[in-house]
């Protein structure tokens, strides 16, 4: 949580001083829902994270540099300095790259898991993240529909932050909670305060736990705020005044430091603080000396099936 808090607030200041080409998507106040889906996962395992993830792709295991290699456009990171930044992945670690159209990646992940069940690997599981807005989309539909029917062992969580870019939550559904709409899916759904980090970890832990053990697809909605505008271009302005005085408003970060200095690791808690601080610096400055693609070197094929095709005639 703290290495990816750090990391977006190092990241936005980036983005004023012009040096990140496109938009800038952060996590902040979504870091301990993020965080315990990756943490929940084990090697093996399949994580399809979305824009405000970066807790969970680093809990899963995503190297910072690499991160910062792709804000950066260094060609020595996992996208060669080519893609937006958002849109990185790693599928040798089992991170998938991000697709934009909300809700279509609920698709991709099943039909990862699908694939390793036509393969006989048995043991993974997947899990994707989105927010409440993508939930009405047909993807989202789709995808779950498909992945009850076959019992995929996918876990998909929904941060609801109440609003998808400014559009408020009664202007996107009608039902009254969005866990209700596990049971029309025929699956299993729990609800979390997503800014009460050990009750995330709890209740992804139990999920993850779930799918594997065969029980299906398992839907987990925490409820939260997201504390930054949609982008760093938006100040979120539209977002209530009494929503974000509530308890959803909390900064799970202010809850992790307390519940660290009531236990009595108040000290442990400033080192990780200066750690994950360190870490970060060093990562920008190294990603910032490194070089960006060179036009007439490159070769332009995505960069994920380079090879595969070649691969393919030879077989
Ligand atoms: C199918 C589709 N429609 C519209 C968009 C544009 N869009 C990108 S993010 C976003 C809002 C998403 O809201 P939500 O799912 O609640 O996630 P949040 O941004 O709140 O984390 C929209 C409308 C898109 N990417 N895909
Ligand atoms: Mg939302």
Redesign the pocket.
Known sequence: MLRARFAEDKLASLYRAGRIVGGV?L?RG?EALSAAGGVALRKGDVFAP???DMAGRLAFGEPLIDVMRTYLGSRLGPMKGRDGNIHRGDLARGILPMI?????MVSATAGVLLAKRMKKEKGSVGLTC??????S?G?FHEGLNVAAVEKLPLVVVV???????S?PKDR?FACADLLDRAKGYGIEGEGVDGTDPEACLDVLGRAVQKAREGSGPQLVVGRLL?LCG?GEHDDGLYVEKELKNSERGRDCLSVMEKMTQDRGMGKDWEKWKEAAHQEVEEAVKKASEEPVPDPFEEDWRATRTQGAAEAWVEE
């Open positions: 998507y996590g979504q979305l824009i405000r934009s159209h909300l809700g279509a989105l927010g409440d807005g993508a939930t989309t993807s941060a609801d932050n109440a609003y998808a870019y559009t996107q997201r949609h």
